[in-house]
């Protein structure tokens, strides 16, 4: 009969049950288990979303970047723990349904939790590799440089910090040490001196009323700037921040300036303009580049006479 197919006697117990409750229940918990996915893509899209945008500013992600990654490095294996010894603790405690319910629901989270934080993580190094590869000019004002002028130098660190250029007409030089950029007179008296602005090795050029200093961020590890700054006063003109870990001697004439950088993900090539002072051209080759780069002085001649290659 009919009642025979889904009545069974439990042979430990000896009591009767129904199949049909017993697959009815098991399908229950397939349902009730359905949302589970779709809380961790919500926590992992929420990560994302919170994440800075593509109109987020280079520096400032900079200035967050360190504590971001130290502070993940920290939570993701803490959570991870987290997660295998509150489901294990779950299955010991299976036969309790509020103990159960509760480091269920515990262990959950800390997945969802991981989930999120390496979403927001992965979209803001996204974010910061986008903004940081197109640069920021910061201080940004505009210099009267001849479209003519040509750039004295360069000259660049190479055993430790410490350049000084030759003296000028004037009897005037420019020095870099540890510490500070000065100007001296001809009597080795200081004009004016300004804080050195990043780590070594840095090189100079001068022109006829600015100088040009290009070196690596003494602020982050993977920033490096290029600075115009007025000969006569000191004055901070403009400030180029781009990523990178080294950065090239810049050639410059007139107003154009061409640079590289170099990090372990690549190289990447930048032409500025600095009388706007404005971006004009990047690129990154395809072909890994040894550093410093020794391929590329054609190349490099092309695009400070505005001929992209």
């Known amino acids: 009969m009919v009642v025979r197919e889904w009545i069974k006697v439990d042979r430990s117990s000896g009591h009767a049950y129904d199949r049909r409750v017993m697959s009815g229940t098991k399908t229950g918990r397939w349902r009730r288990?359905?949302?589970?996915?779709?809380?961790?893509?919500?926590?992992?899209?929420?990560?994302?979303?919170?994440?800075?945008?593509?109109?987020a500013v280079y520096l400032q992600l900079q200035a967050r970047s360190d504590a971001l990654h130290r502070g993940a490095v920290l939570a993701e294996p803490i959570l991870a723990v987290s997660f295998v010894l509150l489901g294990l603790l779950a299955l010991v405690f299976a036969d309790f349904p509020w103990p159960r319910r509760i480091l269920a629901g515990l262990t959950l989270a800390s997945l969802a939790a991981g989930l999120g934080l390496g979403a927001y993580v992965l979209h803001f190094d996204l974010t910061i590799e986008e903004a940081g590869s197109a640069g920021q000019?910061?201080?940004?004002?505009?210099?009267?440089?001849?479209?003519?002028?040509?750039?004295?130098g360069p000259w660049q660190e190479s055993d430790g910090p410490g350049i000084a250029s030759p003296p000028r007409d004037d009897g005037h030089l420019v020095e870099l040490d540890r510490i500070s950029l000065t100007l001296k007179d001809a009597d080795g008296r200081r004009i004016w001196n300004r804080r050195r602005p990043g780590g070594w090795p840095a090189s100079l050029l001068l022109g006829e009323r600015h100088l040009l200093l290009a070196l690596p961020s003494d602020r982050w590890e993977d920033d490096v700037l290029l600075q115009l700054v007025e000969l006569d006063s000191g004055r901070l003109v403009s400030e180029f921040h781009v990523l990178g870990r080294r950065i090239s001697i810049p050639l410059a004439r007139g107003p154009r300036v061409v640079l590289a950088t170099w990090r372990p993900s690549g190289?990447?090539?930048?032409?500025?303009?600095?009388?706007?002072?404005?971006?004009?051209?990047?690129?990154?080759?395809?072909?890994?580049?040894?550093?410093?780069?020794?391929?590329?002085?054609?190349e490099l001649q092309q695009l400070l006479e505005g001929k992209p290659p």
């Open 267 to 298: 190289t990447a090539l930048y032409v500025l303009d600095l009388a706007g002072p404005r971006l004009l051209w990047r690129r990154r080759p395809a072909e890994r580049t040894q550093w410093p780069p020794r391929r590329w002085p054609e």
């Open 33 to 55: 288990l359905l949302p589970v996915p779709l809380l961790l893509l919500l926590a992992a899209g929420g990560g994302w979303l919170l994440a800075p945008g593509s109109g």
């Open 137 to 152: 000019f910061t201080s940004a004002r505009p210099a009267k440089i001849s479209g003519q002028q040509r750039w004295a």
